[in-house]
Structures are given as C-alpha cells and as structure tokens.
C-alpha cells in the first residue's frame, strides 16, 4: 500500500452555481501533501473553472481562482482540459487562466500545466487512473 | 411593491442562496415591502445559527438575521423540512425531546401555510432554488 | 399578462433553458441568472438558440456573469446586463415570474 | 386582496432523486385549505412524477404516491400534463395514476383531473395564472 | 483496466448520460441508478441513444426502477437489472469508478 | 475488498444519500470491508442527531448511526464542509464559542486527509452525490 497511485480529479461542474468545484478544489490542496501521482480532468461544464478573469465583488462570494492559479506550487502538474467541451461552449485555450509548474527535470523551467486533450484521449486518462475523485 | 421570496436550497451547496439574499437587498434598496422570505427544502438550512464559515467568506446565516433585524423582515423556516433536516428552535427542541437546538436570531419556525399567504397577500413571488 | 422567466441552469448542462424557450410568449422577458449566464457567450452552442428567439428580451445578471469572466466582449449581441436593482425592476414590471428550477 | 388568485403549481422535476417533488406535493396539500383558485402543470421530467406502479420498498424510502390520487379528495380539479414531455420519454396517459375530483356540478359524477396539453397549451396555462410556484 | 460509470441523473435533464457514453472504452459497464433509470423506458428518446451503444454493458438498479413505476415491460431489452448487492459486485469486479455526478 | 464511500448531499433533499446507505449495507452483507464512509459537501448534513422526520419515513441519520455501530464503521465528517454548514461536535463548539453542538453519535469530524488516506487505502471508492 506504500505504492504511489494515480489519483485523478474529474471536475464536471461550473464554478459558482453550487460549491462542487470550490470543495473539489480543497481536496486537490489538502491531497498534494500526500506524494500520490495526481492529475486534474476538466470537462463538460467544469472547464468553466478554468476560465479567466473572475471578479465575485459584485456576487459577494469568495473569489477562489487564485487558488487554481497556485496548484503548480502544491506540484500539479497535469491538468488535462477537454478540447470538445471548450468548443461547445464557445471558448479556447486562450480563454483560460495560466496554471504552470517548475520542472525539476529542465532545471526548473517554468512549463504550462494545462493540456489540452481530445474527449478520446480524455477517456484514456480516466482509464489509466487508480483511483478517480469525481465532482 | 409587496414582495415575496421563496429560498429552496441551503448555503454555501447552491447559489440559490446567495442570489436570494442579493435579491432582497435590492428590492428594499428600491423600496419594495418585503412580506415575507420563506426557506423551505434544504433552504431551512441557511437559518443555523450553528454555522462557521471561513473568515474570508461570506457568513451566510448573520447577513439573513442582520438584514432582518434591519428591517424588520419575516424570514419563515418550514416547520415540516426544517424538522426533516435537523433545524430546530426551543420549542420544537422540547417538543421532541432533542437535548440542542439551533435556529439563528431572526428566523421563525412556522407551517406551510405561510407560503400560501405569501402567495395570496403580495403582488410578486419569487423562487430561488435548484 | 407579461412573464418574467428565470433561468439558473448552465444550457451545457440541462434542458433547462430550451424547455423555457418553448413556453415563452410575445412580450416575456427571459432572465439568465447563475450558471444560466453561460448560454451568452459567443460562438458557444447555447448562444445559437438564444439567438433564435424573437420577440422576447432576453437579460443576464451582472453579478454571474462578472463572477465567471465572461466580459462584454465575450457575449453575443441583444442581451441586456443587469444587476440585482434591475432584477428587482424586471420582476415588478412583468405580472409575474415563473423561476425554471 | 379577498379576491381568489389563480395559483398554478409548475412541476419539472423526477421523483425520488431529489425532494423537490414531495416537497411541492406539501405545499399543494396545505394550500388547498386556503380556497384559492389551484391547477398543477406537470411538465419535463414532472411527467414522470404521475407514472403508476411505484415501488419504493426496495428503496426504503416513503411511497408518496396515493397522495396524489387524494388531491381530488383536497378539491383539485386541474391537473396539467404536457403531452410532448410524455412523448419525449416514450410515455402515454395511459402510464399515469387515475386522478379524480367530484363534479358538483354534474350530480357528483367522478370525472378525470388529469387534462393532456400541448406545449403550446402549458404555456398559455402559464401566462393565464396569477401566481406561479415553481419547483 | 475495466471501468464502472454510474450515472444518476435523467437523461431528459441533464447531459450525463450522453457525456459518459462520449467517454466509455470497450468492456466498460454503466450502471444506471436513482433518475438515471428514465434512460431505459421503451420508446423514450433516451432509449435510442442507450441502445446505440456497442461493446459496453448497461445495467440499472432495481430498487430506483421499482420506485419509479418502471416494470420490464416499459424497459428496453438489453439491460440488466441489479440490485443492491449487484451494485457492490460491479464495483468490486471493475477496477474503479468513475460517477458522473 | 476495502470499500471507501464518499456521500455529498445531504438527507431527503437527495437521493444519494439513500443511495449510499443502501450500498454500504449490502457491501457489508457480501463480506467486503467498508474501510470508511466520508461525508463532504451537503453530505455533512447528514450527521446532526436533531433530524426528526416523519414517523412513516426512514431516520435517515438514525440509521448510520445504527449501522456505525453494529459494523464498527468509521463515519468521517469534513470539519471544513461542517463549519460552513453548522455541524459541531463538542470540541468544534467549545472552539467557535458556540453554545449547542449537534453532530450524531458514529459520526466523527475530521480532515480532508481522511478522505485521500482512504483513496490510498482502499480498493475502490463510491461517490454518491448531486
């Protein structure tokens, strides 16, 4: 049981309308302390977590992207984002928030996290993992 | 006008919650009489008094019994889901033996009935829910 | 007898706002508020049906949509932007509302 | 205000997954005391909350279901069904629970409440009510 | 490396259904629960989209058909129906879980 | 096998709550060892002993409790999902200087790192939820 697994985030859900992706987002803060191999999938709605430019002022709720954005310090370093789900919905890669990471490997270059996936490719990842979180 | 706001999700799950809150500041910042705001389902939970929210977050529950307090409006808690989901005030809390209770300053515990006068007595209804 | 539709419901994620568009009538007014809002943003599918609708004002909440970045630039043309005051004036100037839960 | 107000019950959603449902199902109960003009509309997956045949032992849960044959028993009279949202889920007037009401009228003949609409219909149903309560 | 995908939401409602038949592999199963189990109703638009799938098992769970008037005879063919116990051996006979909440 | 569940709604407003409990049971009735049950999100609302719900209804709190007892199952509430909604037990009480607490017997609160030991842990994990 001292094996690291593959612990996969699947994130389903919008931002804002119910507390899923902010709760969804703890998990991932909390579970980085404890040297698993993680990834984070976003797809369908929840790749409206990942959009940028968020100002909650007006809602008079917790603005959270930061914590997004900080997810390369915790050492995440995958996050797959579906291609067909940003297109549906109008948006791409540009639409997003910058999420990077160091690699220890490139003499800490500062890389992307963010990987665009195909919804094929997106069903080999959850297929691939140990065990998935899904939100 | 004479308003009415119906909440049917609790807080923090749902922005039902927020949205409603939000509503009503407005509709007394435009001088709207607000009748009544009634919680029913999971909304009874947003009147727990029990409630600790981070501190950088919103404190769902005090901005209800402030604004109430403020203006003197009628938040109503259904007796029959609040009981469902564990909401209680002291008499309800003796009535069945519990040894706690929990209803937050500016809620009231009452019957489905008042959502019918809701219904009946004010100009508007609005519901907030899932 | 002018409605006032609210639609809190993500278009990507729920019949919600196509089932409401199907019930409106000449005059009524659609309100898109918490993930309703998505079905603004241009080039998305959703924004494709709103863009079918004749005849009704189509509106979205400030607050939501500022809260999920979606900016002026990024939403289709004909929806008016307004916030909880003009929620408040959008429900007292229709009869009534129906909320599509 | 002594006046009677059309109120109208919008019912979209499945039972048993959530309490929404049940839940309205209460409020129409309390509220035919009140002597106001009341109508149910069921539409989308509220269709499937008059399907015939329930079950809930298996599921442990209450079988809410006689107390909706009762509410003619609570002087409702008007009960909404909107044909294409049965017609989308392979259903017909046939799958639904009987619902009756007393004619006074009509030397107490027991008539059906149940009145199939089209869309077109339910949305005239709803322009026409005084108050709407959604669930 | 087989999965079991539950899905428990209308298919009339939501887009989970479609979504996790966009995402299955070959040998995977989907088993349906709570309103997820509209999906198998003969002669419902959701059946023909279920029934279109090749190479994956469908199953559903008696106690959430049973709760909702839905008899063998209303159901298409080519679903198993589980019960309780049935779900728990589909868990542990796969080698995760994947809800689409 | 070693199951670990996670439920994320609360009681009788969603099914999955039912859902759980009715897997957990037969999980436990085929021999598998259920290694711990997290309640997140609404889900922590399962967990207050003040539900009183209709004497013709199931006791959808009793019942865990019940069946943390006779198996011995670790039924784990997430403090910080618990604070925001009002779920105290004792010593979560005492530290917000709140006057009634409200958490069930069975149930214990606890960190979101009990919900990752248990994906380290176990076999398989179940989410339950909206």
């Known amino acids: 049981m001292s094996d690291v697994k593959k612990f996969l985030y699947v994130n389903r859900k919008a931002p804002h309308g119910t507390i899923y992706a902010l709760e969804s987002l703890e998990v991932v803060l909390i579970g980085a302390a404890f040297e698993q191999d993680v990834a984070l999938a976003f797809l369908d709605d929840g790749v409206f977590q990942l959009v940028k430019g968020w100002d909650t002022s007006e809602l008079g709720a917790k603005n959270f992207q930061p914590a997004y954005t900080a997810l390369g310090d915790y050492d995440v370093q995958k996050v797959y984002v579906e291609r067909e789900s940003l297109e549906e919905r109008g948006l791409s890669e540009d639409d997003l928030i910058e999420m990077t990471y160091e690699d220890e490997d490139d003499d800490f270059a500062e890389k992307s996290s963010i990987r665009i996936v195909s919804r094929e490719e997106m069903a080999k990842i959850m297929a691939d993992a140990d065990v998935i979180l899904s939100f | ?130 | 007898m002018a409605l006032l539709h609210t639609v809190n419901k993500s278009p990507y994620e729920r019949n919600t706002l196509e089932s409401c568009l199907n019930h409106v009538q000449e005059g009524d007014t659609v309100l898109l508020i918490e993930d309703g809002v998505y079905a603004v943003i241009k080039g998305g599918r959703a924004a494709d049906v709103l863009a079918s609708v004749k005849g009704v004002k189509i509106a979205a909440l400030s607050a939501d949509l500022k809260a999920r970045g979606i900016t002026a630039d990024k939403m289709i043309d004909g929806v008016e932007v307004v916030d909880y005051g003009g929620f408040v004036d959008l429900v007292t100037s229709n009869d009534k509302v129906q909320a599509w839960l």
């Open chain 2, 1 to 130: 006008m004479k308003l009415g706001i119906v909440v049917l999700e609790g807080p923090y799950q749902h922005e039902a919650s927020d949205t409603a809150y939000n509503f009503t500041v407005a509709a007394l910042e435009k001088g709207h009489e607000v009748f009544r705001v009634f919680f029913y389902h999971d909304g009874v939970n947003n009147a727990t008094r029990l409630m600790v929210p981070p501190q950088d977050d919103r404190h769902i529950q005090k901005r209800w019994s402030e604004l109430a307090e403020k203006h003197n409006l009628d938040l109503v808690v259904c007796v029959a889901a609040a009981q469902r989901r564990g909401i209680l005030d002291e008499d309800e809390m003796k009535r069945h033996g519990k040894d706690a209770n929990n209803i937050a300053p500016g809620f009231r515990i009452s019957g489905l009935g008042q959502l019918i006068e809701a219904g009946i007595q004010c100009d508007r209804l609005v519901f907030f829910g899932d």
